[in-house]
Each structure stands twice: as C-alpha cells, then as structure tokens.
C-alpha cells in the first residue's frame, strides 16, 4: 500500500489538529508553536484536562516583549523541545509525558500518569510566568490538587487565583525549572527537578529504543519514522486507533479502515507487533458488524499478505489465520 499522509491516516483527509503530538501510550497531548498546551489527557479513558478557562490554553508560558519559538522532536523521539529567543536571552522548553520501557510482565511500556515540562535557561538572562488554568483553592505553595481531581506541583512556589495557578521565574544561564500535571499526588519544590530530568531520561530512553528497531532504509526515513512514531501514540493495546478531537474533550475509535492503512505503514518499517496487533483489531471488528452494511477495502488482505510473504504465518492469532483464506475483508461502512 502506497504511503499516504498521517492526516489521510486518521482524519479522512482533513487538516490534522495544530501542534505537536505527545504522549505516553495511555495519555495524550499536543504542544503548540509558542510552547503552550491546549489539550491534554492524562488517561484517554476519562478524556481531556478542562481548562478553568476556556478561552486560555491549559498552560502557557509569558515572557515580556518580543519572542521567536521555534518548536520541534528530539530525534526519534516523542519529546517535544521549543526555543524562546527573547532580546535578553534563549529559553528551552522540553514538554514531554514520562515512560519507561517495558519489562517482562508489563506489557510495551509503562506510563507514569504525568505531563512534565523542564524550562531552562540556555543563554542570558530570562524572565517569564507559567501559567497554568486550574482552579485550586489552595495558599500559595509547591503543589495543589485542583477542583478536578488531578495534581499540579512545581518547583518553585505558586500563588492561586481567578481560577488560575501561576508562579514567576527569573532564570540565569544555566538554571532549570520544572512543571508537572499528575493522576496523583506530586511532591513540587527543588526535588522535583530531579523526578523530572529522571522520567525525561526514561523516555527518551524508550523511544530511541523504539526508533532503532525500524528496519526501513529509503532516502525518506526521517520523515516515515516520524509518521509511524505519531502512530504509536494514538494506539490503544488490543483496541486499535484512538483519534483525538481537541476541543471536545474526548478521543473516540478511528475507522477500521485507518487502523488497516496504519498497519501498512507499521508493516513497512518492520514493526511487526504494532501491524498484527491492528490487523487483530481490525479483523475483530469485521466480525462484529452487520457483514451486509459494509463494502470491500482491499488494504487489510494486501497488508497481512505482504505480512506472511515476509514473516510466515508462524505466531498470527488464530483469526488472522483464517482471513488468509477471505482475500477481500469488509472494512468500510458503505455510504
């Protein structure tokens, strides 16, 4: 199946939503150009962290005058960097959600629960204020549980008001503070620059990892291993895709049909679990719908025919086995 762009993958087509995706296989998020954070999961099952205001991002971080960001991955990763350059120094902005690679037992991954960001001084002299929308009725301190029942802790201290939580940080070259949003409690203060620099060298561990098992060597890898690592971040153990909908305050189930493409393009760099695990979903959801409402989408019978043409059937669930003998599976509801 030819490769076609992430936003055909899971939106049909349509603009995909603007920033850049993280996450850590259980939550998700986007970071936006000017480091802000507009939606966010902690556990897509109970949907997306509401801001106490809507019309402000979830968190946003303010310098005075004039500032140029630039946003981008740390290579093979999905740990998002952003650059402030402002008149009198360089900010770096590292916003990332936290997981160790898995051990016997634990299945892929292990998630932490938690959305952290590390700003540091990289040049001069920065001033600047984070702000995050929570409402909290707390004194000013470290950490605080919001209205909502999830956690916030920082570094350095934070006043609370007008339903906002805020702290001001004047940083030299060199400094370092850090931020978190938690399912559970968090300790903030000087320790949790630690806590965090340890879950940032945890993930970038796991997903280097999970880069340098791609077996694809065309002159477009950069660009293929970077669609397929937003790919992993929107699937879901034995359920397929989630597509989120930033806004709505939710995630649902992408279509048969994208779970199918996504398992092409996980197939094609050599990700073997990922295209069996969505070809199992995929397989599963044909057989529970009406087979007379559907109409043929021949991407799952060519995928899991490339799959056996360089792997063999040895280890395909048993279901997968049996689609080897349909060449043409029902995948998209007729129109």
């Known amino acids: 199946m030819p490769a076609q762009p992430l936003a055909t993958v899971l939106h049909d087509g349509a603009p995909p939503p603007r920033g850049l995706p993280i996450g850590d296989l259980c939550g998700f998020g986007r970071v936006g150009d000017d480091a802000s954070i507009t939606d966010l999961s902690l556990d897509r099952a109970r949907g997306s962290l509401r801001a106490s205001h809507p019309?402000?991002?979830?968190?946003?971080?303010?310098?005075?005058?004039?500032?140029?960001?630039?946003?981008?991955?740390?290579?093979?990763?999905?740990?998002?960097?952003?650059?402030?350059?402002?008149?009198?120094?360089?900010?770096?902005?590292?916003?990332?959600?936290?997981?160790?690679?898995?051990?016997?037992?634990?299945?892929?991954?292990?998630?932490?629960?938690?959305?952290?960001?590390?700003?540091?001084?990289?040049?001069?002299?920065v001033a600047f204020r984070l702000v995050c929308a929570a409402a909290a009725d707390a004194q000013p301190a470290l950490e605080a549980r919001t209205m909502d029942g999830w956690y916030i802790a920082c570094s350095r201290p934070m006043?609370?008001?007008?339903?906002?939580?805020?702290?001001?940080?004047?940083?030299?070259?060199?400094?370092?503070?850090?931020?978190?949003?938690?399912?559970?409690?968090?300790?903030?203060?000087?320790?949790?620059?630690?806590?965090?620099?340890?879950?940032?060298?945890d993930s970038m561990h796991y997903w280097t990892w999970w880069s340098d098992r791609c077996r694809y060597k065309g002159e477009d890898f950069e660009a293929r291993l970077r669609e397929v690592l937003a790919l992993k971040l929107c699937c879901v153990p034995g359920g397929g895709l989630m597509d989120d909908h930033p806004g709505t305050g939710g995630f649902v189930a992408a279509p048969l049909v994208a779970c199918a493409r996504a398992a092409a393009r996980f197939l094609a760099l050599g990700y073997r679990q990922e295209c069996v695990d969505l070809l199992k979903y995929v397989q599963g959801g044909c057989d529970d719908?009406?087979?007379?409402?559907?109409?043929?989408?021949?991407?799952?019978?060519?995928?899991?025919?490339?799959?056996?043409?360089?792997?063999?059937?040895?280890?395909?669930?048993?279901?997968l086995r049996r689609a080897l003998a349909a060449p043409n599976m029902p995948l998209q509801r007729a129109v």
């Open 55 to 125: 019309d402000r991002p979830l968190l946003a971080l303010h310098l005075d005058g004039d500032v140029a960001w630039t946003a981008a991955y740390v290579p093979g990763t999905n740990v998002v960097e952003t650059t402030g350059r402002a008149t009198a120094g360089e900010l770096r902005v590292v916003d990332f959600m936290p997981l160790a690679e898995g051990r016997p037992g634990q299945g892929d991954a292990v998630a932490a629960g938690r959305f952290v960001r590390i700003v540091s001084c990289t040049e001069g002299e």
């Open 159 to 201: 006043s609370f008001g007008g339903e906002l939580a805020a702290t001001h940080v004047r940083l030299t070259a060199g400094e370092s503070m850090a931020f978190m949003l938690a399912a559970e409690p968090v300790d903030g203060g000087a320790g949790l620059i630690a806590d965090a620099l340890h879950g940032l060298g």
């Open 289 to 319: 719908v009406d087979q007379a409402s559907w109409r043929s989408d021949d991407g799952f019978a060519q995928t899991l025919a490339h799959y056996v043409e360089r792997y063999g059937d040895l280890g395909l669930p048993e279901g």
